[in-house]
């Protein structure tokens, strides 16, 4: 039955999409016929709805998915370095092979990637998430110490292997408390097809906030500002693709140039530790085609908010006069922005000198909102009903509790007043592995429905907090945001079902509310974090455990291995854990 109402869907969607702004109609009419997804439709720039025999921009990439049988494999070996990406001093940064950000990964959908993460820091342990990756079948991959593993010690190695279910563009990161805004991330793309037709695609394009102290030391100073209630330290700069000119003219900006008449696709990714920016190109608006790794219907935007871990593929139209134009990233004053810094990058016609654009931006957005045209190429409805019976209640909280024992009076964020404080030596991956049902109340695991049913959940913003927008992430699954709001949560909101945007990480506004559905569908134990750095750290989590006995466990041996070599390290290990651990 869903298979037959699959090929319907199939048919009815691909035929009304293939309509390539092309120039030459015989290429097209010869080429795509992605609504059959035969082999001859060869994916090319008049024919980017096409894949490979039997997959398109129009396949149910939960359902199917292509078996290359190739294994694309990568080394990460992450080292205790300096950097100084935008010209500053030289500061204490985490390496990946020697660079920051770390290499792109790579592959084709359907490729299996393996990734060895070798630990040479000297004093910390890390694991590697590959944030958005559903991990079916895999969830040992995920890479979260305290859940799916304990973590890779000084001097080990350990290696993951999971299957490019999706396509599109995403990044690595270690999971490892606050180590990631130091600089253990890094781009991964998974080629496949668009939803729109392009001539070049000009790779990731990374967005973050640099601080010139280390993400430790912010961290620490964010965790004791309870009593104070000043919120964490701003960022001294925002990194497009992990370069910008300083406040003092140093550094250097990003340069892209492109040729007038062509079309480039551009890969956006928030790397972001904290927050509140926007991204544009002068004069030229961006043609959204996926958000996160989930293809959507062409739509336009002039400006682009971006939450930390979100993704945005963008389709940019270079038919403007011949000049420099601004790319700009920056604070968003609707929102609660903290600093006074802009990210700028350059962007050159062929045949123009480059230099310093003149150009002027995009009129000013006045809200910090997620775009809410976000319709999923592939279109799947989400059963309806009344939404405030159907849905179970995650408060976003702030309490004064304690994430560590024995620790300073911290701030603490707080999921229905529990506070997600994982065990690095007995994460939860290793509770089912000894069919021990004895869960601690701070791994704030919630049992998901069972196989094949659908989850519902209102996140809400408890009063009297801070106004700030949380981006929420998802492990192991992509949610469907039925609806987002400002205000509590009422009851009688309208609600998206017949085909809301899904995506695996939405934002519940300052005061808000997000509303989300997932189906069970991939046994595991999935981690529903907060993806600002500092928050997560504070505790914004919580564990969903979705059909325990389903679950397809990590090869022992080298899960035992880890964990004993971590636990050694341990016992003499000089820095003390002392946060929730992720
Ligand atoms: C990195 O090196 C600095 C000194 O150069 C040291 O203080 C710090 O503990 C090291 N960090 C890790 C994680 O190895
Ligand atoms: C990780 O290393 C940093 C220094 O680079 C240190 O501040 C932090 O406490 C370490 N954390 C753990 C748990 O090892
Ligand atoms: C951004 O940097 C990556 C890695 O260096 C590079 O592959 C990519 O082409 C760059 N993107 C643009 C648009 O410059
Ligand atoms: C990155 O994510 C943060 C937190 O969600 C958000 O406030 C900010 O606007 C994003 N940055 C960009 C460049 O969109
Ligand atoms: C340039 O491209 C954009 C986006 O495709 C389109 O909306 C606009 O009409 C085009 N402008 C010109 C002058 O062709
Ligand atoms: C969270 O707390 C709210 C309000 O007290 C309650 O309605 C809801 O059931 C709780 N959710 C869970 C998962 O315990
Ligand atoms: C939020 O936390 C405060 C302080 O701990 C508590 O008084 C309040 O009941 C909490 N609100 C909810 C909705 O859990
Ligand atoms: C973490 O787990 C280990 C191994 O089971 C246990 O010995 C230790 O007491 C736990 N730590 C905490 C803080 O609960
Ligand atoms: C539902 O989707 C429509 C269009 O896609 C959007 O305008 C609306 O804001 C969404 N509703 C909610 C509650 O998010
Ligand atoms: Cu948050």
Not at 391 to 417: C, E, M, R, S
Request: with cysteine.
């Amino acid at each position: 039955m869903k298979f037959l109402a699959g090929l319907a869907a199939l048919a009815s969607v691909a035929v009304a999409a293939v309509v390539p702004e092309s120039h030459d109609l015989s290429i097209v009419e010869r080429e795509a016929s992605p609504a059959t997804a035969d082999a001859a439709c060869k994916n090319g720039p008049l024919t980017r709805a096409c894949w490979s025999s039997g997959f398109s921009i129009a396949t149910d990439f939960d359902q199917k998915h292509p078996t290359t049988g190739k294994t694309v494999s990568y080394n990460l070996a992450i080292t205790n370095g300096t950097c100084n990406p935008d010209g500053g001093a030289d500061r204490i940064c985490f390496l990946i092979n020697g660079q920051y950000p770390g290499p792109l990964i790579e592959a084709n959908w359907g490729d299996t990637v393996t990734v060895t993460v070798t630990n040479n820091l000297q004093s910390n342990g890390t694991a590697m998430h590959f944030h958005g990756v559903r991990q079916l079948g895999s969830c040992g991959a995920d890479g979260v110490n305290g859940v799916t593993q304990c973590p890779i010690a000084p001097g080990q190695s350990y290696t993951y292997s999971f299957i490019a279910s999706q396509f599109g563009t995403s990044w690595y990161h270690s999971h490892f408390s606050n180590q990631y805004g130091d600089g253990v991330v890094g781009p991964m793309v998974f080629h496949g097809p668009a939803s729109a037709n392009y001539d070049i695609d000009l790779g990731t394009y990374s967005l973050s906030d640099w601080y010139y102290a280390t993400a430790y030391q912010v961290a620490a100073r964010t965790l004791n500002n309870l009593q104070s209630k000043n919120g964490p330290p701003a960022a001294d700069n925002i990194l497009i693709n992990g370069t910008n000119k300083n406040a003092q003219g140093g550094g250097k900006y990003n340069y892209v140039s492109v040729t007038k008449g062509k079309k480039y696709l551009l890969r956006l990714i928030n790397m972001s530790v904290d927050n509140y920016i926007k991204v544009s190109l002068d004069n030229h608006p961006l043609q959204v085609i996926s958000s996160d790794y989930v293809p959507t219907k062409p739509f336009s935007a002039q400006w682009l908010t971006i939450g930390i871990g979100q993704r945005y593929d963008v389709v940019i139209n270079a038919n403007q006069t011949a000049a420099n134009y601004w790319f700009r990233a920056e604070v968003n004053t609707a929102c609660q922005s903290s600093n006074g810094w802009y990210g700028r990058a350059v962007w050159s016609y062929n045949g123009v000198a480059t230099a310093d654009p003149v150009s002027s931006s995009f009129p000013a957005i006045s809200d910090c909102t997620e775009p809410t045209n976000i319709n999923p190429y592939w279109v799947q409805p989400v059963p309806s009903g009344n939404f405030p019976q159907m849905a179970q209640t995650l408060n976003v909280n702030l309490t004064g509790a304690q994430v560590v024992p024995g620790g300073d009076v911290v701030v603490v964020w707080a999921l229905n007043q529990t506070t997600l404080n994982v065990n690095w030596s007995n994460p939860t991956m290793s509770y089912l592995f000894n069919q021990d049902t004895n869960y601690p109340s701070n791994l704030g695991l919630i049992d998901t429905v069972a196989e094949g049913g659908w989850n519902y959940w209102l996140i809400q913003q408890s009063s009297g907090l801070p106004p700030i927008p949380h981006p929420i992430h998802l492990h192991g699954h992509d949610f469907f945001v039925l609806g987002q709001g400002t205000t509590t949560f009422t009851g009688s909101e309208t609600l998206n079902w017949s085909n809301p945007p899904r995506r695996d990480t939405a934002t519940v506004y300052g005061g808000g509310w997000l509303a989300i559905a997932f189906r069970s569908d991939n046994p595991g134990a999935w981690l529903m974090h907060c993806h600002i750095a500092w928050h997560i750290s504070e505790g914004l989590g919580m564990q969903f455990l979705e059909q325990p006995d389903k679950i397809t466990m990590p090869e022992k041996t080298a899960y035992n291995n880890l964990c004993s070599s971590w636990n050694s390290y341990q016992s003499g290990m000089y820095w003390q854990k002392d946060d929730s651990g992720l």
